[in-house]
């Protein structure tokens, strides 16, 4: 059951070089041939591995996504990296807004919200991720807490080409799983916020093979963004085959 378009994404983070990033897609491809259509599946990667995929990719299921896009087109910004960058590579979606960004590199609600219009003005879609901490869930605010990322992460942001990505911090990396059916209330809490009730919300946080299942069984989960289990080929297949 779904309420918007079905994407699995994986999120690779910082792994694998170019000669793993081929070999994982040679599997990949190998068990997702017979994948039902209606299922997208992204692969967010490293800006190293961007090049020799889209080539790789070309034509094929699977599609491509980056892990952060700069508000700016060009200029002097170290590190970061631009759209037409990005878009000549058929890169089709971008991460913004994940916690380890966040916490570790200073991102925040309003560089999120600017990464968002960029993604959007270069034809990319954006992939906003929103989610609480343990401390804030322990106090009651992850509701609030999430909505405030929202409506900032969210100004003057066209709702048609836009991916929600709820990653409860707690869960990201840690094994320990948001319970499926409170994944699904804080969704649909999220899509409450939005003005398109049709965008795509997927869950984040320990997804494994052994979990999607009841993950995608329920009502407004409409996909999944997978670390951990996205780094090897037949787990991630497991996840986009799910039942
Ligand atoms: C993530 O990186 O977005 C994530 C959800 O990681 P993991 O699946 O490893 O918890």
Redesign the pocket.
């Known amino acids: 059951m779904a309420v918007g378009k079905i994407i699995i994404a994986g ?1 690779w ?1 910082m792994h694998k070089t170019q000669a793993e990033a081929l070999e994982f897609l040679t599997v990949l491809k190998s068990k997702v041939e017979e994948t039902d259509e209606a299922r997208e599946i992204v692969l967010c990667v490293p800006f190293t591995t961007l090049s020799i995929l889209s080539k790789s990719l070309h034509g094929g299921k699977v599609r491509l996504g980056a892990q952060n896009i700069h508000w700016e087109d060009k200029g002097a910004y170290t590190g970061e990296i631009s759209g037409p960058m990005l878009t000549e590579l058929s890169v089709d979606y971008v991460v913004i807004g ?1 916690s380890e960004r966040r916490q570790y590199f200073g991102e925040t609600d309003e560089t999120a919200n600017l990464r968002v219009i960029t993604a959007q003005r270069h034809g990319l879609t954006p992939i906003l991720c929103v989610g609480e901490t343990k401390q804030q869930r322990d106090a009651g605010e992850a509701e609030s807490v999430i909505i405030k990322q929202l409506q900032k992460g969210l100004v003057n942001v066209d709702q048609s080409k836009l991916v929600i990505a709820y ?1 409860p911090i707690w ?3 840690t094994g320990d799983t948001c319970d499926a059916t409170e994944a699904n209330r804080i969704i649909r809490v999220i899509r409450d916020q939005l003005s398109n009730k049709n965008v795509t919300i997927q869950y ?4 494994k093979p052994n979990n999607i299942d009841e993950i995608m069984a329920q009502s407004d989960i409409d996909g999944a ?5 996205s780094l090897d080929p037949v787990s991630f297949a497991r996840i986009v085959n799910y039942q």
């Not at 984040?204 to 997804?207: F, P, Q």
């Not at 963004?225 to 289990?229: D, I, M, P, R, T």
Request: charged letters at 10%.
């Open positions: 999120n983070k994940h990653e869960a990201i990396g984040g946080g320990s997804v963004l997978v670390g951990g289990a």
